[in-house]
């Protein structure tokens, strides 16, 4: 659905992006992360149309970017950061005039911008001016204006970007749903947003691609996957002296007792070694029962540190 080749792009002496390529098939949500200046918004302006690249290429549903700028734009919706929103319409004008501006013929216009709003919810503020919408509504009127044409790709810039955390689970979950028949890039600094929602990570950093995997695959790709938080039941002392003594384990650090007649271990093992299985077995072995085993990290937080830092 979404083909990337090669893209480059400078402004004068400096380099935004460098050579960036990827492919996302039909029906994949993918989530575009890297930190502020890594060229995730130059990247997704480019695929958008909005910006063209030096050289590279953007194929949208097998139409070329720079070829066919009009038909394949009618194959994407777009919701910016900043929601192009004009606050003195009411949200059914606003909708109309996205309609006409789209240059829409084959859908019939008010069954179409009614389905979009029962969809996104929206329906109770439709006659309601924009201006006096809160946040969360207004978010929800940027992503209806993006599904205005019915677009099999969408591309969605910080959704959530200065919303609750009502109104983040709200529009996640609208997003979801939306992912169900379409193609969908979002581009966002909230890491358990992009671990909730997105079947596949690209991590950006430097204008160069440093990762591009499922999140579950990319956690486990950090050192701090290699970070076992346990609880034993046990004295300490002697819990210690056998976790230490495990082959794999490099450091068995005591934390404390969380809970009566239990100690909390923070245990660092050697590199592409899984401990786990050794690690039950000799606590049974000794009669320690494991009351809690827990990686460290269970977020995309320390391999988007890791990547971005190492290309720093």
Request: hydrophobic share 40%.
């Amino acid at each position: 659905m979404i083909n990337v080749s090669g893209l480059t792009k400078s402004y004068g002496k400096n380099r935004g992006i460098n050579d960036i390529s990827f492919t996302i098939p039909e029906g994949e949500i993918v989530g575009f992360l890297g930190p502020n200046g890594a060229g995730k918004t130059t990247t997704m302006n480019i695929i958008t149309g909005y910006l063209s690249a030096d050289t590279g290429s953007v194929d949208i549903a097998g139409l070329d970017m720079l070829k066919q700028p009009g038909e394949a734009k009618k194959h994407i919706g777009y919701l910016p950061e900043q929601p192009p929103l004009y606050h003195a319409m009411t949200v059914k004008s606003y909708l109309d005039f996205v309609y006409d501006l789209k240059g829409i013929k084959d859908i019939p216009r008010q069954p179409h911008i009614s389905g979009i709003c029962e969809i996104i919810g929206i329906t109770d503020v439709y006659q309601r001016v924009i201006g006096h919408l809160s946040k969360g509504y207004k978010q929800r009127v940027g992503l209806a204006q993006a599904l205005i044409g019915d677009p099999d790709v969408l591309i969605l810039d910080e959704p959530t970007v200065g919303l609750d955390p009502r109104q983040i689970v709200e529009i996640r979950n609208v997003i979801k749903d939306m992912g169900k028949k379409r193609t969908i890039i979002l581009s966002s600094h909230i890491l358990p947003e992009v671990s909730a929602i997105c079947e596949r990570v690209l991590v950006i950093s430097n204008g160069v691609i440093v990762a591009d995997d499922k999140p579950d695959n990319l956690v486990g790709l950090s050192a701090s996957a290699r970070t076992l938080l346990v609880r034993v039941a046990g004295p300490s002392g002697s819990v210690r002296e056998l976790l230490q003594g495990l082959e794999g384990v490099k450091s068995a650090k005591l934390l404390g007792k969380m809970e009566p007649d239990s100690c909390d271990f923070l245990l660092e093992n050697e590199q592409d070694v899984d401990i786990r299985k050794t690690l039950f077995a000799a606590l049974s072995k000794a009669a320690y029962p494991i009351l809690m085993l827990r990686p460290q990290s269970d977020t995309l937080e320390d391999i988007f540190l890791e990547l971005t830092e190492e290309v720093n």
